[in-house]
């Protein structure tokens, strides 16, 4: 049972775009979201997070927005640079108290941002 | 800079060798992790650790051990590796605070043949 699910495989945007990366999730005992950046041979890095409490969080180029009623989240990269073609792990975890330290993986979004 | 080295970047080995993967981080951190990263499937998590001899199973335990006898070291061993473990296995540590902004390794990609 996928619990954190990204429904696009790839995403293909030209430099200077939005890209907008998708993610759903169906544990309505999460609490906390990130996203990460993956490069082809290396690890994947963390870029931004939201806790529930919140509705949107910005970083720069990068906003990750939450919709708790409809358990959706999106990563917005505003402009999209070359540098950005990664593949994008969306992540969540239900901070209960007593929950274990689990952190679920969507399957990932390939963006290719071309010049 | 943080880093979290993983011992070897390529391994290949036979079915039924017994494999060990090494991992050492150098930000103190209480929290070690093991996942695989396979096409299709995203990152699912092995095994993880909270403190020194400490372990927990992630989602995919089945045919994995780990060991950690030092904090900052925390070791994925394949009793017997078979074809289905090829993959390529990332090792991340994290703090207490903020556990789930996990620090990666580069990667090491098994071939089991």
């Known amino acids: 049972d996928q619990q954190v699910k990204q429904n696009s495989p790839s995403l293909s945007v030209q430099e200077g775009r939005i890209s907008i990366l998708n993610c759903d999730y169906t544990?309505?005992?999460?609490?906390?979201f990130l996203w990460y950046k993956k490069y082809p041979a290396e690890g994947p890095t963390f870029l931004i997070s939201?806790?529930?409490?919140?509705d949107k969080n910005e970083d720069g180029r990068f906003t990750v927005f939450l919709n708790k009623s409809a358990k959706h989240l999106s990563l917005h990269i505003v402009p999209s640079q070359p540098g950005d073609s990664a593949v994008y792990f969306c992540?969540?975890?239900?901070?209960?108290?007593?929950?274990?330290?689990?952190?679920?993986f969507g399957k990932g979004t390939k963006l290719t941002v071309n010049p | 800079d943080v880093k979290v080295t993983q011992s070897s970047r390529y391994l290949v080995k036979r079915t039924g060798e017994k494999v060990f993967l090494e991992c050492v981080q150098d930000?103190?951190?209480?929290?070690m992790f093991w996942y695989r990263q396979d096409p299709g499937l995203g990152l699912r998590l092995i095994y993880f650790?909270?403190?020194?001899?400490?372990?927990e199973k992630g989602d995919i335990p089945e045919g994995y051990s780990v060991s950690r006898e030092k904090k900052e070291r925390f070791s994925l061993i394949l009793e017997s590796a078979s074809t289905n473990q090829t993959s390529m296995y990332l090792c991340?540590?994290?703090?207490?605070?903020?556990?789930?902004?996990?620090?990666f390794g580069s990667g090491t990609q098994l071939s089991v043949l």
């Open positions: 650790s909270y403190d020194v001899k400490m372990k």
């Open positions: 939201i806790s529930s409490i919140k």
């Open positions: 991340a540590s994290s703090n207490t605070g903020l556990w789930e902004k996990l620090f």
């Open positions: 992540a969540a975890s239900a901070r209960i108290q007593g929950g274990s330290e689990k952190l679920v």
């Open positions: 930000m103190d951190h209480e929290n």
């Open positions: 544990n309505s005992m999460f609490d906390y």
